[in-house]
């Protein structure tokens, strides 16, 4: 059983790509505290001592004296797979460490996730998703369009990129893939059930994603909540 304590929304998508990384290290996590969003509790003043950026998730590490404070989904996804992951290298989320052709796609991998795809899905998922859903917003019919063919851009390049490889960084499942997960599940399931329609590869891949427990512990038959 770790010493973590997680600080999390477990309805949005940040703390679910953190939640999908957790179930696949099948890492023991007890305290998990809700912060509940919706009910602005991130901008409590006993939240934002924690974490003064005001968002979930993020983690308290107690097995350090003083004790780690992460926020990031991202990087915290990072450190939980270093340790706390497996030692064996092709089971691990990361890159084998002394491949450097492999860090370096990685990387890039990641950083498509974060600056292109996320860039766009993160905005438009919020418009015609959560800020009618939660936060009695109005969607921005004319901003959903131009988001729409940007996103459609992207996933055209990824299908692309996944042409010749099984994962976004190259053979191997890494936390890369599990970073695109949670928006891709909105887009796919409520706010663009299209997308993927007249991509092959990318259907593929997320086959690959949805049917594994992780997913379906989150998202599909056997989710708990
Ligand atoms: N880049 C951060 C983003 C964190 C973030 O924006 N989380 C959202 C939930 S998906 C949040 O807490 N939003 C509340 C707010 O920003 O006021 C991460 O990946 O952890």
Not at 2 to 19: A, H, K, V
Not at 187 to 212: E, F, G, I, S
Request: aromatic share 10%.
């Amino acid at each position: 059983m770790s010493q973590i304590t997680l600080f999390t929304d477990s309805r949005l998508p940040c703390p679910q790509r953190l939640l999908l990384t957790i179930h696949e290290l099948e890492l023991q996590i007890k305290n998990i505290r809700e912060v509940d969003i919706s009910k602005l509790e991130h901008k409590n003043p006993d939240i934002l001592e924690l974490n003064p950026f005001g968002a979930v998730p993020f983690i308290r590490d107690d097995a350090y004296d003083p004790p780690l404070m992460l926020a990031e989904s991202r990087a915290i996804a990072r450190y939980l797979v270093r340790a706390y992951g497996s030692g064996d290298i092709p089971a691990s989320l990361l890159p084998d460490p002394s491949n450097i052709v492999a860090i370096a796609k990685f990387e890039e991998a990641a950083s498509i996730e974060l600056t292109s795809f996320d860039a766009v899905a993160n905005q438009l998922v919020f418009e015609e998703l959560f800020k009618p859903l939660w936060f009695h917003g109005t969607t921005d019919i004319e901003k959903c369009k131009v988001l729409r063919e940007r996103l459609e851009q992207v996933i055209e390049l990824l299908d692309k990129r996944l042409a010749s490889q099984r994962y976004m960084a190259g053979d191997k499942l890494t936390v890369a893939d599990l970073f695109f997960v949670p928006y891709m599940h909105h887009l796919d399931k409520t706010v663009y059930p299209t997308l993927l329609k007249m991509r092959p590869h990318m259907r593929a891949w997320w086959k690959r994603m949805t049917n594994r427990e992780s997913y379906q512990v989150l998202f599909g038959d056997l989710q708990i909540n």
